[in-house]
């Protein structure tokens, strides 16, 4: 017998890593672009060699301030760095530089969608730290058992985000961590690509039954390197831990990887043997100071953030909040969104039009900052606001300039896409319609006036969509009402 699943309570808490796009690493002066040839971007601090010293990076400070203001916290006019001990190939120091004791920000909250609700997750603090290096095993230049290791990404900016367990399913840590991914981008202070690694999510997760107070052992799944991966191991680890729950058997806490493949969890240390990681003040750095004036200025400099933009959109242009959401999603869509609705001086046309065609390819070109691109769509939204095209064939049009790469005049000169404006043509397929439909024009004339529009519909269909649509409604309106 099954025990019933609304007798367990679920407890998810994050910890997520964000990778700074600084120019620049944490403490010293090596850049940090992405693909770079192995272990080209290095320097004697970043390789943690006897004598080199660390020197603070501000732009890493302000990242980690912004995303502290965008979520309510304390941001701490004194922190302090500290050391976490521990060996592995790719730390060459022997510790990480991170923050312990005084994090940069404190007790905030980021919001996420329950069902038509906001729910509040508390975060309880944001701090920086630096990234290791990355070990490359199983790849074909690798000799076999060999481990080679790439410092580039020694020493790159993180920011650690750690929330309270606070989320009940996995459908909410799925949504906090998208919100958080929004956020970071429109604060354009990462990428935070689960996939490319610029955004790294771990996930504690404990399952007990309702009747017991104390929270049972918990178990910390890694490797989540997409929302999917991190809502199936979820998935998972409550199926798993609810069975042996209900076979009496004990949980122990444990640190586990998620394996995609076999879509399972595979246990990867007790968590009674975790480490000591001797956390000690890092005595090569100055205690940071944060001044009022500082965290005012960058305050001022903060760009409108995703809910602040929703809401205004939702008033501004009228749209409803499913609509805004979409057209919020990313700060490069928004900002499309309102320069085509200013440009063409039609809101209500343009956000059906991101939302139904431009999203379906928003991948595949650089539409927001191409400027042919941007003057070509004004182009046919004009066309289609003033009823020279119909949606059809804007929608034709469009599809062709994205899948041929070609402007639009020339699209419109191979096809003759204009519309048929030639009143003659049009009346004959409107006459050809009527005879073909006899019955549904006897409906129409006895009153049932919505069926106009399936004429239309006729229209539209015999035309491919060229019919002048303006033109076509006129027409078919004088020849229903005459003959
Ligand atoms: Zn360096
Ligand atoms: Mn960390």
Not at 446 to 469: C, V, W
Request: charged share 30%; proline share 5%.
């Amino acid at each position: 017998m099954f025990e019933n699943t609304a007798a367990y309570q679920v407890t998810i808490g994050l910890e997520v890593h964000a990778q700074l796009n600084t120019k620049s690493k944490l403490f010293c002066s090596c850049p940090t672009d992405f693909g770079a040839s192995p272990n080209s971007q290095t320097c004697p601090t970043c390789l943690g060699l006897p004598g080199a010293l660390p020197v603070l990076n501000k732009k890493a400070v302000e990242a980690a301030v912004k995303l502290g203001l965008a979520t309510h916290c304390k941001i701490a006019e004194r922190s302090n760095f500290a050391r976490k001990n521990y060996f592995y190939p790719d730390l060459p120091k022997g510790y990480q530089i991170t923050q312990f004791e005084n994090p940069v920000c404190l007790s905030g909250y980021l919001e996420i969608e329950n069902g038509e609700e906001l729910k509040k997750i508390s975060i309880e603090r944001i701090h920086l730290e630096e990234d290791a290096g990355k070990s490359i095993h199983n790849e074909p230049f690798v000799p076999e058992n060999e481990t080679l290791i790439d410092f580039n990404r020694c020493g790159i900016p993180l920011l650690e985000i750690v929330t309270a367990p606070q989320l009940t399913d996995p459908k909410e840590a799925v949504r906090f961590v998208q919100n958080l991914q929004q956020l970071l981008r429109y604060l354009q202070i990462s990428d935070a690509n689960l996939e490319q690694g610029s955004l790294r999510c771990d996930a504690n997760i404990s399952v007990r039954r309702k009747s017991e107070a104390r929270l049972s052992a918990k178990t910390e799944i890694k490797n989540l390197n997409s929302l999917k991966s991190l809502s199936r191991a979820l998935d998972y680890e409550i199926k798993r831990q609810k069975q042996m729950l209900s076979s009496h058997e004990t949980l122990f806490s444990a640190t586990v990887l998620w394996n995609e493949k076999a879509q399972k969890t595979e246990i990867m240390r007790d968590k009674e043997m975790a480490r000591d990681y001797r956390y000690f003040p890092e005595p090569d750095l100055l205690e940071l100071k944060i001044t009022r004036d500082w965290i005012e200025e960058i305050q001022a400099g903060m760009p409108e953030l995703p809910g602040q933009k929703l809401s205004r959109f939702c008033h501004q242009y009228r749209l409803s909040r499913p609509v805004a959401e979409i057209l919020t999603q990313t700060p490069d869509r928004a900002n499309l969104f309102e320069f085509l609705a200013k440009e063409i001086d039609d809101p209500d046309l343009t956000s059906k039009w991101m939302t139904q065609e431009f999203i379906r390819y928003e991948n595949l070109a650089d539409w927001l900052t191409n400027v042919r691109w941007k003057k070509d769509v004004i182009s046919i939204l004009t066309m289609l606001k003033n009823k020279k095209i119909s949606w059809r064939m804007a929608k034709d049009i469009f599809g062709q300039m994205v899948q041929s790469n070609k402007p639009l005049d020339q699209i419109i000169e191979a096809d003759q896409i204009f519309g048929i404006s030639d009143e003659k043509i049009l009346r004959e397929i409107i006459n050809k319609i009527i005879d073909e439909n006899q019955d549904i024009v006897s409906r129409y004339r006895s009153g049932e006036e919505q069926l106009f529009h399936y004429f239309i519909g006729q229209i539209m269909k015999k035309t491919k969509g060229r019919a002048d649509p303006a033109l076509a409604n006129k027409l078919l309106r004088s020849i229903l009402n005459s003959r």
